[in-house]
């Protein structure tokens, strides 16, 4: 069976970084493309980052700059580093596989 885990969330204060981890197993991942999404409070989720394996990392222009992606596909996991962390990057973060796979999410809250 598929499984994805993220992990890594937590509370922050603004100007903070955090880094999120994902762990996929059950599937093929190097060839895969994945990608980071979030879901703020009252909010559609939305793309934060999105790639493949040896291909540039599209990011959303809300994050760029600030959060980057970084994968071992001999682990099976993709990370995401976020720096500069601001009240509205707040949310719950999933991680997404090609085709359809998603995690449960990991609550990111950046609050004074």
């Known amino acids: 069976q598929v499984r994805i885990v993220e992990s890594g969330g937590g509370l922050v204060q603004p100007g903070g970084s955090l880094t999120l981890s994902c762990t996929v197993s059950?599937?093929?991942?190097?060839?895969?493309?994945m990608g980071w999404y979030r879901q703020a409070p009252g909010k559609e989720r939305e793309l934060v980052a999105r790639?493949?394996?040896?291909?540039?990392?599209i990011y959303a222009d809300s994050v760029k700059g600030r959060f980057v992606v970084t994968r071992d596909n001999a682990k099976k996991m993709v990370f995401l580093q976020m720096n500069g962390l601001k009240p509205e990057d707040t949310g719950i973060y999933y991680c997404?596989?090609?085709?359809?796979?998603w995690g449960e999410g990991t609550q990111v809250t950046v609050s004074s």
């Open positions: 059950g599937i093929l991942f190097s060839w895969k493309t």
């Open positions: 997404r596989v090609d085709p359809d796979y």
């Open positions: 790639g493949s394996s040896g291909a540039s990392t």
